[in-house]
């Protein structure tokens, strides 16, 4: 006790910044921590506090357009470079934090970064395949398992998980996130940050999370990347800036900027967003990095004169590092000598970083994560294998399955396989690959070979390419067909269609693809489509045609294992839609949890209400759809009292059998409507999930407890609160469900 009161009037007298830090530490830990980085920052130099903010590219891939720097070497040697990212490998890591901690002068060691997203060499479904599982579990250990092999290969600090909504399946990036629906989104936000940091930042296999991007990237105009973002306050808090919060509860250590503007302001400079909401409101006390050149961009925006003064905005708004565009170290010093910028501005981004570092355990041990042996022993490992295969099986969701098409058992002895995804190793990992490997792949029609039931036989042709017009693979790919029992096509996007900078106007299938599914339909043999793609795809133009529609996504390394678990029925899909698949692209963006309008509805013979004249207003595949080889009967909802006061929750229940003749997975959703707000309100929002297993015949009731604070909104003078009155409570299989009870909420 004595220890630790001499410890805080320490820390006292160190400063007011520094106290600040002390009066946010839980633990002796990180008092000791605190301790530690307000004596190293009396010993640094102006240029070495600003070369902690300053991070740069490795000898990797860059992952923008600044090509790497030649003399970022002598730099770091001098103590002006804090961070890099891009660095492959632990022997590359070695070497560099070798330099860090033997050639400068205060031997402060590099935090390491980079873009591990979906796995780092074992690769997992894209996040939005995997948000489809509604398995926060697996979702957690995905991260986990991505994190276990990025550290022992010098990895430190992770920029995901992506958590923002995305509404408009244009945008690239939707395959990056956990889709439309901000109380899910938050959900799984939460579960990666856990899966990629551990129970402590110290621990040997876990790293830095990163929580990007700050603010409302998802809801870029046209749904194109990089583009304007135009929205209310009431829309920024009540969708887009909850997943961030989420992170924020969960403990990660780093936010990243964003690209875009809002409301006119570049991100990094946006003070709403970083210095008001994130710092002082949510009170952040971990470190905030700007998007590759995000700083630089402000020139290019037009929101600054030049760099110097994107610099000056930048730090002025809190953004700690500066990722690769050499504004912080080429201009802060200035702007501190011209009386701009203060030394506690600029101390209180350092302090910041060196915590994280202290954090991690880097200063104890630079090198815990340069360990070649152990890298070669980790990666891609059985136990991360197996849990690859399980997350992807648990990621497709069918969309169609007329006559229990699927799964193809004993009726079938014939398959044909076509379609130019059937057999392609890097399409099936997707974009955002870390030091993922193409030919670690396992492809579709590799997978279906390996569990191909006794007696059966099968047959590939690949009949075009995702793209160009080129048919003359159709014969062969139509003869396999008629010859066959059934006809299974691998048709959809190629794995270099979405992901960043690959937004797209047009989210039909591309090539000839469609006209090859059609030709082999007219053949009367049940057409299987699996589709691949990282984000919704307008189906409408074979959703009446083929048989059976699995929405595959990208499922990362073990797609064919996974594919085929589903696909001969060792596995009934599981897995429902985060994100709403629209009819056509010019319904896009479209979402569940829309407003109602002032005319929702209306004769169709009269045009003055809100609808399409060509095109009904309801998607082709709602939010939280998916089918399964199972049928699952759902008892009416029952509420355990008709009132639910500010303090007293409710009970919401509902008794699910599986009618099917199969075990499988449901999972069972909740939505509530209120009816009278002092703003207009969501006609649905998800407010709970819960993922059961249940055996042929089984039953089990469901319960739920909603609470006031559940129903809380930014009301009309945005306020956060909930408002008395009469709600409506949905729980069924997806947003579409009739299955409604109602209650009162009272002062």
């Known amino acids: 006790m ?82 890099m990212l891009n660095v492959n490998g632990s022997a590359n890591a ?18 390491i970064g980079f873009d591990v997203i979906h796995g780092y060499k074992t690769i997992f479904p894209v996040p939005l395949g995997d948000a489809a599982s509604f398995d926060l579990a697996s979702i957690e250990n995905g991260a986990r398992v991505a994190a276990t092999e990025a550290s022992v290969a010098g990895v430190n600090w992770t920029f995901a998980p992506m958590v923002d909504i995305a509404r408009d399946a244009r945008w690239g990036r939707i395959m990056e996130g956990a889709g439309e629906d901000p109380y899910y989104g938050s959900l799984v936000a939460a579960a990666r940050v856990r899966g990629f940091q551990g129970k402590s930042l110290a621990e040997k296999h876990s790293i830095a999370a990163c929580a990007k991007h700050f603010a409302a990237y998802g809801a870029a105009e046209a749904g194109r990347d990089y583009n304007l973002v135009d929205i209310s306050n009431r829309t920024l808090f009540e969708v887009y800036l909850r997943p961030f919060k989420a992170s924020v509860d969960a403990g990660v250590a780093t936010f990243m900027n964003s690209f875009n503007d809002l409301g006119g302001v570049p991100a990094t400079a946006n003070t709403l967003l970083v210095k008001e909401t994130l710092k002082r409101d949510w009170k952040f006390d971990g470190f905030v990095v700007s998007d590759w050149d995000s700083i630089g961009e402000m020139v290019v925006h037009g929101s600054a004169v030049d760099k110097k003064d994107a610099a000056n905005q930048a730090i002025a708004n809190q953004c700690d590092m500066d990722m690769c565009t050499n504004a912080y170290v080429s201009h802060l010093k200035e702007l501190v000598n011209e009386g701009k910028v203060s030394v506690a501005q600029i101390d209180d981004a350092v302090r ?37 295969r399980d997350a992807a099986r648990k990621s497709f969701v069918l969309l169609k399955n007329d006559k229990g098409i699927l799964p193809i058992d004993a009726r079938y002895k014939s398959i044909a396989l076509v379609g130019p995804l059937a057999d392609s190793k890097k399409d099936m990992i997707g974009t955002w690959i870390g ?45 396999a067909a008629k010859a066959a029992d059934v006809v299974v096509m691998a048709i959809g996007e190629a794995g270099n269609m979405s992901g960043e900078g690959l937004s797209r106007a047009d989210i039909t299938i591309p090539g000839k693809q469609v006209e090859l599914l059609n030709e082999l339909v007219k053949l009367g043999k049940p057409v299987v489509a699996v589709v691949f793609s990282g984000r919704p795809l307008a189906l409408s133009n074979i959703s009446d045609k083929a048989s059976a529609i699995l ?37 896009c963006p479209i979402y569940y949890n829309h407003k109602n309008t002032g005319r929702p509805t209306g004769d169709p013979n009269f045009q003055y209400w809100s609808h399409y004249i060509d095109l009904p207003n309801t998607p082709l595949y709602p939010f939280g759809f998916g089918l399964s080889y199972a ?6 909802v029952k509420v355990n009292k ?18 099917g003749k199969v075990a499988a997975e449901e999972v069972v959703q909740l939505y509530v409507r209120d009816l009278k707000g002092s703003v207009t309100r969501p006609v649905r929002e998800l407010k709970g999930i819960s993922k059961i297993m249940l055996q042929p015949g089984e039953s089990r009731e469901v319960k ?44």
């Open 435 to 479: 030091m993922g490997d193409a030919k670690d792949a396992v492809t579709m029609l590799t997978g279906l070979k390996e569990q191909l039931p006794a007696g059966a036989t099968i047959t590939y042709a690949k009949g075009c390419d995702v793209l160009g017009d080129d048919t003359s693979g159709f014969v062969e790919a139509i003869a």
């Open 704 to 747: 739920f407890t909603l609470r006031s604070s559940d129903l809380a909104f930014y009301t009309r003078d945005m306020s956060f609160k909930a408002e008395p009155g009469d709600f409506k409570v949905f729980v069924g299989t997806d947003s579409n469900t009739n299955n409604e009870a109602s209650f009162t909420l009272v002062p």
């Open 94 to 111: 070695y070497q560099l934090q070798k330099i860090a901690v033997e050639q400068t002068r205060l031997r402060i060691p590099l935090i």
């Open 551 to 587: 929405q595959a996504w990208f499922p990362g390394t073990m797609a064919g294992p996974a594919l085929a678990d589903v696909i001969y029925g060792k596995y009934s899909p599981s897995g429902k839609l985060p994100a709403t698949f629209p009819r056509a692209v010019g319904q």
């Open 2 to 83: 004595k220890k630790r009161a001499v410890m805080l009037v320490a820390l006292l007298l160190a400063g007011q910044g520094y106290w600040a830090v002390a009066q946010k530490a839980k633990t002796a830990s990180d008092l000791q921590i605190a301790q530690k980085v307000e004596a190293l920052l009396k010993k640094m130099t102006l240029d070495e506090k600003i070369g902690q903010m300053n991070q740069v590219n490795g000898n990797g891939a860059a992952t923008g357009p600044i090509k790497a720097n030649p003399n970022d070497i002598e730099l770091l040697k001098k103590g002006l470079i804090g961070s």
């Open 642 to 659: 008709s009132t639910l006061s500010m303090k007293e929750p409710i009970v919401v229940s509902v008794e699910v059998k599986n009618s």
């Open 352 to 388: 910041r970083i060196l915590t994280l570092k202290y954090k991690l355990g880097l200063f104890d041990n630079p090198f815990k994560n340069c360990d070649t042996e152990l890298e070669a022993k980790l990666t891609m490992q059985p136990a991360f294998l197996d849990a690859a």
């Open 631 to 636: 049928s699952f009967e759902y008892s009416p």
